[in-house]
């Protein structure tokens, strides 16, 4: 198999000219056998601002055409992503390294936001307030922001996107996209097929509604920084999330931060450990260990840690490791050599802490330039070193408890938190672990793992952050501002008591 060549066929199917992905600068390589499969021309932050300039433009035209006019945008958009749904999702396993599942799931999300987004054109509500004057009406009316920023990861190089543009159009808005510069291929491809939609809308779509940035770091700061772009919706680690934030707080721009996540899982003395077997194992190895909803901490309780953890160290060391694009394996690349020696520096911290440590040695796959790994299980005496980090990788590190409002502490310990889940068949456990005092993660599930967050509702909720959140839900709201309107109906305005003046 010729990765490079089955790229450039699957692009010129998907509307990709040739010209956009070779010849360039920015050198795009598979983690799948390591090979380059594209070459992108990067453009300019300069080049940056004037892209943004002009998605201003469309934005103002766009803001008049009415909501529910343009859902149907958003609905031919879902129909061009079904048309290309198994080339794009193996775009993305062959970019990303993702299995085929995986890949063409990403592209389902896409398609369910977009049908989300199609019923919301005409639900976005206001309410009509009771007012204390007579002869008043008063009532809120929601308006389209502007540019809407879009920031994304290499692990999810689509849905994130879409989660943001869907809404993002349908709410009035334009949109400008920075890529991943590790997945670029998938975004030319999502640019295409917007284009596709918006041809067959019509005119009412203004040119330049949905822009792409192919660059670096300097083209990323330009839009977090443009005064024309009051949200930028930004995926990635927690340190590109400390960047950002006060970055976008300067100016009073509005932030939506998908980070990081430490996430961690519970089993209770009272959990179906077949169950929990299942879900911690697609949790924590799924994906090589690369969603931001990856589970990365497990607390087991003492009574059932011997029932359920050699279990799962089986499940570690028989879990298939290779190509997505050959085999049927489970466990697919890490997306590069950095993530596998951040892996590797992780576990010998770990190890130092007196870590017992199952998988994590390379898998050799005849390519020098990817890195397959087995996934790791380090049964830890406590949460203590890279325990407290996130390392971008397939470790899950096990921890036993005996008490449960102990663990509930050291549940919330860590920083970067995104998602959650426990494991019980106790009502109390359960309720308290989704209450106030329980996880203080956006995603706290029950008898499900961390991973597998669907549309509907809103995703995010970073703790570190205070939750920002897109996709579903009323997360509408943060893609809009909000207006206060008073009517006054009546034949006077009246006057506070004791107030009059003389308009003869």
């Known amino acids: 198999m010729n990765v490079t060549s089955e790229t450039a066929a699957l692009l010129e199917r998907l509307g990709v000219a040739k010209a956009d992905f070779s010849g360039g600068d920015l050198i795009v390589r598979s983690p799948v056998t390591g090979e380059q499969i594209g070459a992108l021309t990067s453009i300019s932050p300069a080049e940056a601002g004037k892209a943004i300039e002009r998605?201003?433009?469309?934005?103002?035209?766009?803001?008049?055409?009415?909501?529910?006019?343009?859902?149907?945008?958003?609905?031919?958009?879902?129909?061009?992503?079904?048309?290309?749904?198994?080339?794009?999702?193996?775009?993305?396993s062959i970019e990303v390294g993702k299995i085929p599942s995986e890949g063409l799931g990403e592209v389902q999300e896409m398609i369910d936001i977009c049908d989300f987004a199609v019923g919301l054109s005409r639900q976005l509500y206001g309410l009509t307030i009771a007012t204390e004057r007579p002869g008043h009406r008063m009532m809120e009316t929601w308006h389209p922001l502007g540019v809407v920023g879009v920031i994304s990861a290499f692990n999810f190089p689509v849905a994130v996107w879409s989660w943001n543009a869907a809404l993002a159009f349908v709410c009035g808005n334009a949109v400008v996209w920075k890529p991943s510069e590790k997945t670029p291929l998938t975004a030319l491809a999502c640019d295409a097929i917007f284009k596709r939609a918006a041809a067959r809308f019509g005119a009412d779509a203004p040119e330049n509604l949905s822009q792409v940035l192919i660059g670096d770091r300097a083209v990323g700061e330009v839009l977090v920084d443009h005064p024309k772009v009051p949200l930028v919706s930004a995926t990635g680690s927690t340190r590109m999330g400390r960047d950002v934030g006060p970055r976008l707080a300067k100016r009073f721009a509005r932030a939506i931060l998908?980070?990081?996540?430490?996430?961690?899982?519970?089993?209770?003395?009272?959990?179906?450990?077949?169950?929990?077997?299942?879900?911690?194992a697609f949790g924590a190895m799924g994906t090589a260990g690369q969603r931001c909803t990856t589970m990365r901490r497990l607390f087991v309780h003492d009574s059932v840690y011997d029932a359920l953890v050699p279990r799962l160290k089986?499940?570690?060391?028989?879990?298939?490791?290779?190509?997505p694009l050959e085999t049927s394996a489970l466990v697919g690349p890490l997306i590069d050599k950095a993530a596998f020696d951040g892996m590797q520096k992780a576990l010998k911290e770990a190890a130092g802490h007196g870590g017992k440590v199952t998988g994590g040695t390379r898998v050799d796959n005849g390519h020098d330039g990817a890195f397959y790994v087995k996934p790791a299980l380090v049964e830890m005496p406590g949460q203590v070193g890279p325990v407290l980090e996130e390392t971008f990788a397939p470790i899950l590190y096990v921890m036993k408890y005996s008490d449960f409002d102990a663990v509930l502490d050291a549940h919330n310990a860590v920083g970067a938190g995104l998602s959650s889940s426990i494991f019980t068949l106790d009502l109390q456990e359960a309720e308290r672990f989704l209450s106030v005092e329980g996880s203080d993660c956006?995603?706290?599930?029950?008898?499900?793992?961390?991973?597998?967050?669907?549309?509907?509702?809103?995703?995010g909720g970073e703790k570190e952050t205070g939750g920002g959140r897109e996709s579903g839900s009323d997360a509408w709201r943060a893609y809009m501002r909000r207006a206060t309107n008073t009517v006054n109906y009546s034949k006077a305005l009246p006057l506070a008591q004791g107030v009059s003046f003389d308009i003869e």
Request: proline letters at 3%; hydrophobic letters at 45%.
């Open 314 to 323: 089986k499940a570690y060391e028989s879990v298939s490791v290779g190509s």
């Open 442 to 459: 956006g995603i706290a599930n029950v008898n499900i793992g961390t991973s597998g967050a669907e549309i509907g509702g809103a995703f």
């Open 55 to 92: 998605a201003d433009k469309a934005f103002k035209a766009w803001r008049n055409v009415p909501a529910p006019k343009r859902g149907e945008l958003v609905r031919l958009l879902g129909e061009e992503l079904r048309a290309a749904k198994t080339d794009l999702g193996r775009l993305v």
């Open 258 to 280: 998908e980070l990081g996540g430490n996430n961690a899982g519970i089993v209770c003395p009272t959990a179906n450990l077949d169950m929990a077997l299942r879900a911690i």
